[in-house]
């Protein structure tokens, strides 16, 4: 297993992130300079493997998930809640 040199904090939050669908992996990979496959590794790792196998299903070519394929749809809904995305580790 690669380590990462991530907090539990932050490995919560990738996690958090990779299970929202609106949170594309572009956001994850500036936030925390992982690639595509170090998120899933990270993903594969800290997951038993039925959610990992479940979340591969979900997210596997998913638009919202892939910047390149999602629509440039600024009008969708965004909860007032839902901090806003910044360059930070963690907001």
Known sequence: MKNFNLSDTET??????????????????KQFNLSE????????????????IRWRKRVDNRKTKHTAL????????KSKSQRQITLNKIS
């Not at 919560?12 to 990979?29: A, G, K, L, N, Y």
């Not at 496959?37 to 990992?52: C, T, Y």
């Not at 999602?70 to 809904?77: A, C, H, K, L, T």
Request: charged share 35%.
């Open 12 to 29: 919560d939050r990738i996690i958090q992130m990779c299970w929202e669908d609106r949170t594309p992996f572009d956001v994850i990979i």
């Open 37 to 52: 496959k170090e998120i899933i590794s990270i993903m594969r790792n800290n997951l038993k493997r039925s959610s990992f």
């Open 70 to 77: 999602s629509s440039s749809d600024d009008n969708r809904f």
